[in-house]
Nanobody, 116 residues
Framework: QVQLVESGGGLVQAGGSLKLSCRNV????????MAWYRQAPGKQRELVTA???????ILADHAKGRFTASRDNDGRTMYLQMNDLSPDDTAVYYC??????????WGQGTQVTVAS
């Protein structure tokens, strides 16, 4: 089965960058159309970016112009490159399938903290 592990989070100053990784460490096959989500304290989980089945990348408004995602050819790892970070980006970041798809079990996420 697919087992998702997110990593790469940390503490960064406003305006800085981070690159997150999402890796399938289980034996199952992870679909290519994966997504990144985030959940800030006291808020609901929200979509950050998602690949469509056609391979296009959809970005939430808050991510446009700053974030991008990519995937390894091995089909096991996805990345989220985040630039020009602001304190509003502080959240736990998760990967999973897009909102209209059956989700895998959620991983533990990776904490991103942006200091002003």
């Amino acid at each position: 089965q697919v087992q998702l592990v997110e990593s790469g989070g940390g503490l960064v100053q406003a305006g800085g960058s981070l690159k997150l990784s999402c890796r399938n460490v289980g034996g199952g096959l992870m679909v290519r159309h994966m997504a990144w989500y985030r959940q800030a304290p006291g808020k609901q989980r929200e979509l950050v970016t998602a690949f469509t089945e056609a391979g296009d990348l959809i970005l939430a408004d808050h991510a446009k112009g700053r974030f991008t995602a990519s995937r390894d050819n091995d089909g096991r790892t996805m990345y989220l490159q985040m630039n020009d970070l602001s304190p509003d980006d502080t959240a736990v970041y998760y990967c999973n399938t897009p909102p209209d798809y059956q989700h895998y079990a959620w991983g533990q996420g990776t904490q991103v903290t942006v200091a002003s």
